[in-house]
């Protein structure tokens, strides 16, 4: 397994501090993937039940992640991400 490392976050809305897109955040790694297919495992953190978190878009060097409530409106929530390259 290779690791991906991340060289920082590339966040939009809330995630640092503005309210253009309050539900998406992005993460850029540090090295280009050989492909875009590599697994990202999401989680949130204490959003309460009914909120969701997903992939929006996937390339070799970043993806861009959304966080939805239960009536699939956009939201914050506090989240953790973990990727696996094979």
């Not at 976050?9 to 492909?35: A, F, I, M, W, Y």
Request: charged share 10%; hydrophobic share 40%; net charge positive.
């Amino acid at each position: 397994m290779k690791k991906a490392f991340i060289n920082n976050l590339v966040r939009d809305g809330v995630c640092n501090g503005e309210s253009k897109t309050p539900h998406k955040c992005g993460v850029l790694l540090n090295q280009v993937l050989p492909t875009n297919n590599y697994i990202i495992q999401l989680s949130l953190l204490g959003a309460g039940p009914g909120y969701s978190i997903e992939v929006l878009n996937q390339f070799n060097n970043s993806f861009t992640v959304g966080i939805y409530n239960i009536s699939n409106a956009p939201a914050n929530a506090i989240w953790y991400f973990t990727v696996l390259d094979f």
